[in-house]
């Protein structure tokens, strides 16, 4: 008898733990939820912009839409972040089931699949400065580069994050600190692929037309 009843408080005591570590994390998910909405209306504002000044009276004489834009070349980036995407939910549906090692390599799969999207884009602006297509040279080109360029910024956040994680989950496992930060990642990380499929639709593809 004495056994059975410390088996059931123990099973009280793990019951209890789980829902404090449940509520944590779904605190913090609130939170960045928050966070995340902000964010949409900074690129909410710098799609506004770019609406307004993509038109030909705002390129100053400088190369247009059409002249730049090359929806083929920005297909790798949109299947880059995507399959990145996919690799780092992949990583989630590890970590639900337990498998550490799966995690961590489906996380390095997200990471340089987010490497590759940058040095894509990398490539792309070092192009464009090649041939004189500077933020300087028109309101269109400014908005442009700002609005990718901010993308990218969230991109490199990412990866840093993306890098952090993966050392957290070899070093400490699947701790609710830990579960509460990659769900928050997903999150973040799912919402630049959105961002960037905007961009790709509304830049890209309307741009070369």
């Known amino acids: 008898m004495a056994l059975g009843a410390i088996g059931a408080d123990e099973k009280v005591v793990l019951w209890q733990y789980d829902v404090e570590a449940h509520d944590m994390i779904a605190t913090k998910t609130l ?13 909410a504002g710098l799609f506004a912009a770019y609406g307004v000044l993509d038109h030909s009276m705002n390129t100053a004489g400088g190369p247009t839409e059409v002249q730049i834009m090359h929806p083929i070349a920005a297909f790798w980036q949109t299947l880059a972040v995507l399959t990145s995407v996919f690799s780092y939910s992949l990583a989630t549906v590890a970590m639900k089931h337990g498998y550490r090692q799966l995690t961590v390599l489906c996380i ?47 991109m490199v956040f990412g990866l840093l994050w993306l890098l952090v994680m993966l050392m957290q989950v070899v070093r400490l496992g699947f701790t609710a600190p830990v579960i509460a930060q990659l769900l928050n990642l997903r999150l973040f990380w799912q919402f630049q692929a959105a961002i960037w499929v905007c961009v790709y ?3 890209y593809l309307k741009g070369a037309i």
């Open 108 to 154: 390095l799969g997200a990471i340089l699949l987010g490497a590759v999207f940058l040095g894509l884009e990398f490539l792309d602006f070092a192009d464009l400065y090649a041939h004189g297509a500077t933020p300087q040279v028109s309101g269109f080109l400014s908005a442009y580069f700002i609005l990718i360029a901010t993308h990218g910024l969230h």
């Open 31 to 43: 939170g960045f939820w928050l966070y995340m909405l902000s964010d949409a209306l900074i690129f």
């Open 201 to 203: 639709v509304f830049v």
